[in-house]
Each structure stands twice: as structure tokens, then as C-alpha cells.
């Protein structure tokens, strides 16, 4: 009886070993999974590539900028205060007609100063029309000669050149539906236009400015610098692909159904490109011969991610140590200088010293994929060192591949304003035409005034050049 009895005990705590073996193992997998889950919730634009739209209502961002210690506008920063003009079209001459204290008439005295003050203001907007008559005429041999129209003027009655511009930069250059637009042209000029007149121009100005973004690949293949991104924008509803290739005085857009290198192959530049190619790390830029430069900022929202998320100290050694040497890097640049061999030397020897500390502390993590992020992320510190590490020793490259994201990030403000495009056609118009008017705007043209010269078939850069001079 007392045998049974202990069988039936031993029995009992064996199965309670097991039970109690079982939830271990299901605790450990639990913690492994709440590890991950709260890195995920962690995540957000602040600590990772994902945009802000994602963020979703979260508390007030922090910003991994660092402040300049100054408020309002930044050295080198150019104001825009209206300044009096010249040669005014209009001067109104206000006139003292009486003595303020003996009440003397004084419209018979000179006047001994004026004291000005200027009013700018927008006369009303107006078409104005032009008729073209061509003359009809006959020659004594009998011959009926009749005189060309020019090449521009087609139709019995037309819009010009300054309507087809204007609903460009406005659609293109704003964001402004065509509906709107189409609303905003009646409001002005009392004239109705239906939205597929809008399109129609628009259409007009894509094939007219094709030779400006002929020459906008001319100037960006020969750039010592670009900088490339890419982002999605919804097309019928379905995720299309926008892909920027830039530089500060150029820009050239192109949409494509994929994200990858077919569609930067059939883009342009990029396959015969063999300058510093400034990116964000995503894999298909490294199937082409550029030197490649990586986006620090991009880092330092991965290590803050890091940091974030499990206090891996190497991060933020890391993150301090991308910020100094951006900071002296600039010092530099300002004097027209460059850090010197030792400096550099010591900035490469600190870099492998946090990527060899960061290795030493990750036995220490949970396995799950914190312990592979953080893994990842060292891994291409180490594989990437010269690449993210080119602004110290290149002085063309810069710190951050903001140029690319600031030329697509408008994009992203014509998807929210309209929602999605209606046809690929249309996509790739807009893409056309915002490319040309951000290289414009970039430059400093008077991007209405462009934009008639193009449609009218009289604009080269050349011939812009020309005229400044």
C-alpha cells in the first residue's frame, strides 16, 4: 500500500516538474515577446526610417537636432523684407491745403519736402486677348498669298502661353486639384474652363518642357554629388513608386511601378554615374558604380532606436561621436580647410573601438530581435565605415542626405492634398513638371516667367544665362 503510494506521488511530482519545466520555457518565449513587441511600439520616426504620417497620436516628438543656441533666423539665412521701390507705377501726391495753426490758405506755396510711403498691391486680374490676322493678298500673276500665323497660335480662339503656365504652377507647383484650379481661373478672370482643359495644358507643358529636363540629366550625370530617395505615392489606388536623383540646383523625378534598381535603370543617370552617390542604405544604390555616401541622420535615428529600446550604450557613444566630428567637420569647411591626417586617424580608431564595445555587450540582450537590430545595425557601421564615414574625408559629401529628402518630401504633400492619382499618365506628368519647377525654384528663376518661355519654345538655360548677364 505504501509502495502505490509512492509511485503515485513520484508520478505526481513528475508531472508537476514537467508543468513547471513547460511554463518556464513559456515564460522565457513570453518575455521575449513582450521584449519585441515594446521595441516595435517604441518605434517611430524619431528612432527609425519610419516617416512621421506613421507616428500616429503619439506624444510630442523629440528632435535629434542640436540646437545653434540662437532664435530666429540662422546665420546666412536671407530675409525677404519689401523694400521701396524706385520707380513706382503710380505716385499719389497728398497736398496741404491749410495752416494746422493760422488756418492760411497754402495752395499757393511750394512745397519744401515730400515724406513718401509705399503701397504694393495687385491690379485686377484680367485676359487679355490678341487677335492675329493674317493677310490675305493677291499678286498681279494672279497668285493668292495669304500670311502664317505663328507656330503657337492653332485654333480659331485659344488660351497662350501665361494660362497654360499659370495652371501649371499651380497644379504642379502647389498641389492644387484640378477642380480648384479650375474654380480659381473663373474667380479671377471671370472665364469658366472645365478640368479636362486644365489636364490638356497640363499635358501641353510636359511635352514642352521635356528639353529643360533634358538638360536637367546633362547637368545631373556630370554632378560630382547626388543625392537619390525614393517614396511611394498611390497610383488608382495601388502603391507606385516616385524616385528623386538631385543635387542643390537640380532635380529630376521619375515614377515607376517598382521600388528597386529596375526602376533606377530605367530612371537614367544612376547605371553610367560614377561620382559620390549620397543614399540612405537601401541595397539596390550599391548595384551601381558610384561611390557611395551613407546618411548619417538616417544612423542616428537607428542608434536612438537602439537606445530607446535597451539602453545599449554603444549607440549613444556612437551617435556622440557622428555628431562632434559632423561639428568639427564643418569648422573646417568654413575656413576652407580639412581635418588633418592625426584627426582623422583618431575619429576611424574611436569608431572601431564603440563597434568592438557594442559586439561585447550583446550577449548580455535577450534573444529576440533586439539582439538582431542591434547586431544588424553594428554589423553595417562595420561593413559601411568608409562609405558612412565619406563626409570626413571627402569635403564635397555632406553629413546627411536631406537634399534628396526635402525634394521628395512635397511629393508626399501632393498625395495628401488630392489622395491618389487617377492614371499612371498623370503621374508621370506631374513628376515631369515638378522636377523642372523644383530646379527652377532651386535656382532662384522666376519660375512663371520660365515656364512661358518654354511653352512659347524660346527657353534654354543658355539663353537665360545670357540675359542675366
Not at 522565457?28 to 516595435?40: N, P
Request: hydrophobic residues 40%; aromatic residues 6%.
Amino acid at each position: 500500500m505504501a509502495d502505490e503510494r509512492l509511485i503515485i506521488l513520484e508520478k505526481r511530482v513528475a508531472e508537476l516538474e514537467n508543468l513547471l519545466v513547460s511554463a518556464l520555457a513559456t515564460i522565457e518565449s513570453q518575455k521575449i515577446e513582450i521584449a519585441d513587441l515594446k521595441r516595435q511600439l517604441g518605434m517611430d520616426s524619431n528612432n527609425s526610417s519610419k516617416p512621421p504620417s506613421g507616428d500616429g497620436f503619439k506624444k510630442k516628438p523629440k528632435s535629434l537636432r542640436q540646437s545653434g543656441g540662437k532664435n530666429g533666423g540662422q546665420p546666412g539665412h536671407q530675409g525677404r523684407t519689401l523694400k521701396m521701390s524706385d520707380a513706382p507705377d503710380v505716385v499719389v501726391t497728398h497736398r496741404v491745403h491749410v495752416c494746422g495753426k493760422c488756418n492760411a490758405n497754402l495752395d499757393n506755396e511750394p512745397a519744401q519736402g515730400v515724406v513718401k510711403r509705399q503701397v504694393f498691391d495687385i491690379p485686377p486680374i484680367t485676359l487679355l486677348a490678341t487677335e492675329h490676322q493674317a493677310e490675305i493678298k493677291r499678286c498681279a500673276c494672279g497668285e493668292i498669298n495669304k500670311a502664317e500665323f505663328p507656330a503657337n497660335v492653332t485654333s480659331h480662339v485659344q488660351y497662350g502661353e501665361s494660362v497654360t503656365s499659370l495652371l501649371g504652377l499651380w497644379n504642379i507647383g502647389h498641389f492644387i486639384p484640378y477642380e480648384r484650379c479650375a474654380e480659381m481661373f473663373a474667380d479671377l478672370t471671370g472665364y469658366a474652363i472645365s478640368e479636362g482643359t486644365v489636364f490638356s495644358h497640363l499635358q501641353t507643358l510636359e511635352r514642352k518642357v521635356f528639353p529643360i529636363e533634358t538638360q536637367i540629366r546633362e547637368a545631373l550625370a556630370a554632378a560630382p554629388v547626388l543625392n537619390a530617395d525614393e517614396t511611394g505615392i498611390p497610383v488608382l489606388g495601388k502603391n507606385k513608386w516616385l524616385h528623386s536623383v538631385s543635387s542643390p540646383d537640380w532635380t529630376l523625378y521619375h515614377v515607376h511601378d517598382k521600388r528597386g534598381s529596375e526602376a533606377m535603370i530605367d530612371m537614367g543617370i544612376l547605371p553610367d554615374y560614377e561620382g559620390v552617390l549620397v543614399h540612405d542604405f537601401w541595397k539596390s544604390y550599391f548595384k551601381f558604380p558610384a561611390t557611395h555616401a551613407m546618411c548619417c541622420a538616417h544612423l542616428l535615428r537607428e542608434c536612438q532606436g537602439i537606445l530607446d529600446n535597451h539602453g545599449g550604450a554603444w549607440a549613444g557613444d556612437m551617435q556622440k561621436l557622428l555628431r562632434l566630428t559632423w561639428h568639427r567637420v564643418k569648422e573646417k569647411r568654413k575656413k576652407g580647410e580639412t581635418l588633418e591626417p592625426e584627426e582623422t586617424d583618431a575619429i576611424f580608431a574611436e569608431y572601431d573601438t564603440i563597434i568592438e564595445a557594442g559586439r561585447n555587450t550583446l550577449g548580455n540582450i535577450l534573444k529576440c530581435d533586439v539582439k538582431k537590430v542591434s547586431k544588424n545595425l553594428l554589423n553595417r557601421f562595420a561593413e559601411y565605415k568608409a562609405d558612412i564615414l565619406r563626409f570626413v574625408t571627402d569635403g564635397r559629401v555632406p553629413f546627411d542626405n536631406n537634399q534628396a529628402e526635402r525634394d521628395v518630401r512635397m511629393v508626399k504633400v501632393k498625395s495628401k492634398v488630392s489622395g491618389s492619382f487617377r492614371t499612371m499618365e498623370g503621374a508621370k506628368q506631374f513628376a515631369s513638371i515638378r522636377g523642372v519647377i523644383s530646379t527652377l525654384r532651386k535656382q532662384g528663376r522666376n519660375i512663371l516667367k520660365v515656364l512661358e518661355m518654354a511653352v512659347g519654345g524660346r527657353f534654354s538655360f543658355e539663353a537665360l544665362e545670357a540675359a542675366a548677364e
